[in-house]
C-alpha cells in the first residue's frame, strides 16, 4: 500500500490544483446561473431556484473531484517526470488551458456539430500548449516559479467554493434520499 502511495503526487501539490479546478468549474457554472437567473426569476419560486443552485455547485464540486482525481491517476500511472514531479504548476497548466480550450469550444460549437477537422484543432492546439508550456517551465526556474506562485493563489478557492459545493451535495443527497 505505501508503494502506492509513492506514486500520487503529495497533497501539498494536489490543492493548488483542485483550487485552480474549483475556481474554473465553479466560475463557469456561476456564470451560466447569473446568466439564467432573470429567466428563474419569471418561472421559479425562490426556494426551487435555490435547488437549481444547489444541483448546480454540486456538479460542480463532483467535476472538480473527478478532475483531480484524473490528473492524480495520470501522476501516478506515467513515469514520474511527465506529470507526479512538479504536479502543482503541471497540473495548473493542464487546469488553466483546459479551461480556456472547453469554454473557446463550447462558444465555437453554438448548437451545432462541428466539422472533425474543427474538433481535432480543438483537441490538439490545447494538448500542444500544454506540452510546451509544460516543458518550458521545466527548464526555465523562473517561469515555474511564477506558474507555482499563481496556483498558490488559486488555494484561496478551498475556502471559498469547497463549503459552497460540500453544502450542495449534502443539499442534493438530502433531497433525493428523502
Not at 497533497?11 to 485552480?20: H, S
Not at 426551487?48 to 467535476?63: C, G, N, Q, R, S
Not at 463550447?106 to 506540452?131: D, E, F, G, K, S
Given at each position: 500500500?505505501?508503494?502506492?502511495?509513492?506514486?500520487?503526487?503529495?497533497?501539498?501539490?494536489?490543492?493548488?490544483?483542485?483550487?485552480?479546478?474549483?475556481?474554473?468549474?465553479?466560475?463557469?457554472?456561476?456564470?451560466?446561473?447569473?446568466?439564467?437567473?432573470?429567466?428563474?426569476?419569471?418561472y421559479f419560486k425562490f426556494g426551487e431556484i435555490a435547488t437549481?443552485?444547489?444541483?448546480?455547485?454540486?456538479?460542480?464540486?463532483?467535476?472538480?473531484?473527478?478532475?483531480?482525481?484524473?490528473?492524480?491517476?495520470?501522476?501516478?500511472?506515467?513515469?514520474?517526470?511527465?506529470?507526479?514531479?512538479?504536479?502543482?504548476?503541471?497540473?495548473?497548466v493542464v487546469v488553466a488551458v483546459g479551461a480556456v480550450a472547453?469554454?473557446?469550444?463550447?462558444?465555437?460549437?453554438?448548437?451545432?456539430?462541428?466539422?472533425v477537422q474543427t474538433l481535432m484543432i480543438y483537441l490538439l492546439?490545447?494538448?500542444?500548449?500544454?506540452?510546451?508550456?509544460?516543458?518550458?517551465?521545466?527548464?526555465?526556474?523562473?517561469?515555474?516559479?511564477?506558474?507555482?506562485?499563481?496556483?498558490?493563489?488559486?488555494?484561496?478557492?478551498?475556502?471559498?467554493?469547497?463549503?459552497?459545493?460540500?453544502?450542495?451535495?449534502?443539499?442534493?443527497?438530502?433531497?433525493?434520499?428523502?
Amino acid at each position: 500500500m505505501r508503494i502506492i502511495g509513492k506514486r500520487f503526487p503529495g497533497l501539498g501539490e494536489i490543492l493548488p490544483v483542485l483550487g485552480a479546478t474549483l475556481f474554473a468549474c465553479h466560475g463557469w457554472s456561476l456564470r451560466g446561473f447569473f446568466n439564467e437567473l432573470p429567466s428563474f426569476m419569471l418561472y421559479f419560486k425562490f426556494g426551487e431556484i435555490a435547488t437549481i443552485f444547489a444541483y448546480m455547485m454540486a456538479f460542480a464540486l463532483l467535476e472538480s473531484l473527478i478532475v483531480v482525481g484524473g490528473l492524480c491517476l495520470l501522476g501516478a500511472l506515467l513515469p514520474p517526470k511527465w506529470l507526479r514531479d512538479g504536479f502543482a504548476y503541471k497540473g495548473f497548466v493542464v487546469v488553466a488551458v483546459g479551461a480556456v480550450a472547453a469554454v473557446r469550444f463550447q462558444r465555437a460549437l453554438r448548437n451545432t456539430y462541428p466539422p472533425v477537422q474543427t474538433l481535432m484543432i480543438y483537441l490538439l492546439v490545447p494538448l500542444a500548449i500544454m506540452a510546451i508550456v509544460i516543458i518550458v517551465a521545466q527548464n526555465a526556474e523562473n517561469i515555474r516559479r511564477v506558474l507555482l506562485d499563481i496556483s498558490d493563489r488559486f488555494s484561496i478557492m478551498l475556502y471559498v467554493f469547497l463549503p459552497i459545493g460540500l453544502v450542495s451535495l449534502f443539499v442534493v443527497v438530502a433531497r433525493n434520499l428523502l
